[in-house]
């Protein structure tokens, strides 16, 4: 049985999330970005936010919206420059927000790690380069490791398809099977809610067990330019 509240709006589903947050932010650039969220968590007007996503927002639409209403204090990120990421950019160069690059390997794993209870771990993604300053360094069986921590989030929001089980469409699955894992309120957006019984077992990438809030909304797509 789900445990998961089917709300009837993406305010109500975003309702209650306090100033100082941090997020975890589902999508591959707009792949799977959980839009109808991100434009109610701006209406919701939390403040001093930690993001954690893939990139750092595209065009104008989604997370750049929420950067550019000036909602988020840091964003963690494997990508934060592309060609259509001038609400970044800006920001960071009137140093508006802070940066924290994580190589994309490491930022999955961090979340799988927070979902799965482990406390740290070595990796050698990053040894020698600036992203390796101030961790600890391990030799291990003669290769070196960095120690990383886990990131945890308070809240995920995450674009699926799904009744508490999701499944995801291709690209759009990315983050969001760890991020369902990785933060203490899992808040997702999806295109249809099913009967039980309709979706096959064997499709169900994220189990209902882990999703708390699920409210369904009309699809919608977007370029890299961010037109709809």
């Not at 993001?51 to 997370?63: Q, T």
């Not at 950067?67 to 950019?89: E, H, I, N, Y």
């Not at 099977?177 to 039980?196: C, F, G, K, S």
Request: hydrophobic fraction near 45%; include cysteine.
């Amino acid at each position: 049985m789900s445990r998961a509240e089917i709300l009837e709006s993406t305010d109500a589903a975003v309702a209650g999330i306090e100033d100082g947050s941090t997020i975890l932010v589902g999508g591959f650039g707009l792949a799977g970005m959980p839009f109808d969220l991100i434009d109610a968590l701006i209406r919701q007007g939390a403040k001093d936010l930690t993001i954690v996503s893939n990139n750092a927002g595209n065009g104008d639409v989604g997370l750049a919206a929420l950067l550019a209403a000036g909602r988020v204090r840091k964003v963690l990120c494997s990508f934060p420059r592309q060609a259509d990421s001038w609400v970044f950019d800006g920001l960071y160069q009137e140093g508006q927000i802070e940066l924290e690059v994580v190589p994309q390997g490491n930022l999955a794993e961090r979340m799988r790690a927070a979902g799965a209870g482990i406390g740290a771990f070595y990796c050698p993604t990053a040894v020698g380069t600036p992203l390796a300053e101030g961790k600890e360094e391990r030799e291990i069986d003669g290769r070196k490791y960095l120690l990383e921590y886990p990131i945890k989030g308070d809240y995920a929001l995450i674009g699926a398809h799904t009744l508490g089980n999701l499944v995801y469409r291709k690209t759009a699955r990315n983050f969001g099977l760890v991020m369902a894992t990785a933060a203490t309120t899992i808040i997702v957006q999806v295109d249809r809610v099913v009967d039980p019984g309709e979706l096959d077992p064997e499709a169900v990438v994220t189990p209902s067990i882990y999703i708390d809030r699920i409210v369904q909304v009309t699809a919608r797509h977007y370029t890299v330019q961010g037109a709809r």
